[in-house]
């Protein structure tokens, strides 16, 4: 073969995904956007993955690549490959630093792509940079959370805002957006405590050490929803933010039509719809964990709410008890599988969506126009629901028993939010500002 010949005109990124369904999803966007747009891809992931990146994304000009996911490591059985299979979040770290033993794996198959225009890997996997960095190839991170959270943490982080007080329940004011007060704990574990240090806290730390040799950092939201906060990033930081998204907006794949004819819950909502019942749409991400106490409370505020609901639970729904779902079969549904969640929300009937605030779920939401009651849990999550209550205000709070740190919501709150937000004052305000905001996107 001549050189001409084996030489690819279209340029070549490489894209790698953390192993977690947050954060593949959006990447696995973009990947649709970039191969509309022209692009030849490569692909990276791992045996237990390869499924369902499989059944996302198809064509000739993507090749997907496993590499061999860590053994051996303490916590985590054989075969999961994924954080929502983990049998325990506290495994996250354990899980995420795991991750750095697939480099000499990752280096040998980049060795062998010709041509390679950039990288595009998550944030999680920081030492890609390092790898980007030998074979003189230019960086893109991606860390899948909004420009409003990137910029509080540094701003917390560099004007020292973390340590000021004993308490983690003493609010503060963030020193370049004097308009938002927080406290210690609308952070996650290590940036909750005073002093934050420790693995976890290095780990981060070499996360932020990697973007600043990355070329920039691709945000999955528009400048539209959130251009104070995009400015004031680009202004301050070394790696460039670009707005790529909302990333759910991109053309999903082809076999999803068939499955939402298929679905149960696809006609209930289409039954809804027929009788002109407004449907609120429970459902929490990929990973999050909730207590079968907390899982009653849920259960028994929306009975006591009198609202329609569609409730995707990740447990088996027995906590719930034998006679829930009989008790609420007129008004609701409980749905134990995965679910095209984009789908769901995009459905004229869906009205609300009791949602943990992960980062997807809000665009998504803001994207289908369907206000959003916040119930934060993990993660940046408490971030994302001050900005969509305070920020955008596109959504209602649920009030927490014993203020910030403690996340446990009883039924009388689940059930009084929840009324406001489907049928008061309140909710009507939220609905018609969510469609504003998503103006720029539709
Ligand atoms: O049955 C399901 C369940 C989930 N999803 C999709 O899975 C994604 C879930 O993402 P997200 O809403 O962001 O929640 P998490 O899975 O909790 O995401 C993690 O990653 C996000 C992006 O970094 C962070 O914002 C969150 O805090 C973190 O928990 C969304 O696209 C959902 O549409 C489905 O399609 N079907």
New binding site residues.
């Given amino acids: 073969m001549s050189l001409l010949s084996s030489y690819n005109p279209k340029p070549h990124v490489v894209l790698f995904p953390f192993m977690?369904?947050?954060?593949t999803?959006?990447l696995l966007q973009l990947a649709r956007l970039l191969l509309c747009r022209g692009c030849a891809l490569t692909l990276f992931t791992t045996p237990e993955n390869r499924p369902y990146i499989v059944q996302s994304l198809s064509g000739d000009d993507i090749t997907i690549i496993d590499l061999p996911f860590p053994g051996n490591i303490p916590g985590i059985p054989p075969g999961i490959e994924s954080t929502?299979k983990l049998p325990s979040m506290s495994l996250f770290f354990s899980f995420a630093r795991a991750t750095k033993l697939m480099q000499p794996y990752f280096e040998g198959a980049l060795q062998k792509i010709p041509h390679v225009t950039c990288i595009v890997s998550d944030l999680f996997l920081h030492w890609t940079v390092e790898s980007a960095i030998k074979f003189g190839v230019q960086q893109l991170g991606f860390?899948?959370?909004s420009n409003y959270v990137n910029s509080i943490n540094r701003d917390a982080v560099i004007n020292g805002l973390l340590s000021l007080h004993e308490s983690a329940d003493e609010p503060f004011t963030l020193s370049s957006f004097p308009w938002i007060k927080l406290t210690r704990n609308d952070f996650d574990y290590p940036f909750n405590q005073r002093h934050p240090s420790g693995p976890l806290f290095d780990f981060i730390m070499e996360m932020g050490i990697a973007l600043s040799k990355s070329y920039g950092l691709l945000v999955n939201s528009f400048y539209e929803l959130e251009p104070l906060y995009v400015e004031y990033w680009n202004r301050e930081s070394k790696a460039k933010a670009f707005c790529v998204g909302p990333l759910?907006m991109a053309r999903p794949p082809k076999m999803e039509p068939v499955l939402h004819q298929e679905c149960r819950w696809i006609k209930w909502l289409d039954q809804k719809l027929a009788k002109k019942k407004p449907v609120l749409y429970v459902?929490?991400?990929?990973?999050?964990e909730i207590s079968s106490t907390q899982l009653t409370e849920i259960a028994r505020g929306l009975e006591e709410s009198k609202v329609s609901f569609l409730w995707?639970v990740r447990k088996s729904g027995r906590e719930l008890g034998d006679e829930f779902e009989d008790r609420i079969k007129e008004r609701g549904i409980i749905v134990k599988?995965?679910?095209?969640?984009?789908r769901i929300l995009e459905h004229e009937i869906v009205q609300g969506f009791l949602?943990?605030?992960?980062?997807?779920?809000?665009l998504?939401s803001i994207s289908a126009e369907v206000p959003i009651l916040a119930w934060p849990m993990?993660?940046?999550?408490p971030l994302?629901a001050k900005m969509v209550v305070e920020e955008i205000k596109i959504g209602l709070r649920v009030e927490t028993v014993n203020g910030s740190g403690n996340k446990f919501v009883q039924a009388e709150s689940f059930k009084n939010k929840v009324k406001e937000l489907m049928e008061g004052e309140k909710g009507e305000e939220v609905r018609k500002k969510v469609k504003q905001v998503a103006g720029p996107v539709l």
Avoid at 20 to 23: D, R, T
Avoid at 355 to 362: E, I, P, R
């Fill in positions: 977690s369904k947050g954060h999803i959006p929502d860390d899948g959370m759910c459902a929490f991400g990929s990973q999050a995707v599988e995965w679910v095209d969640q984009k949602s943990h605030c992960g980062w997807n779920s809000v998504e993990m993660a940046e999550q994302n």
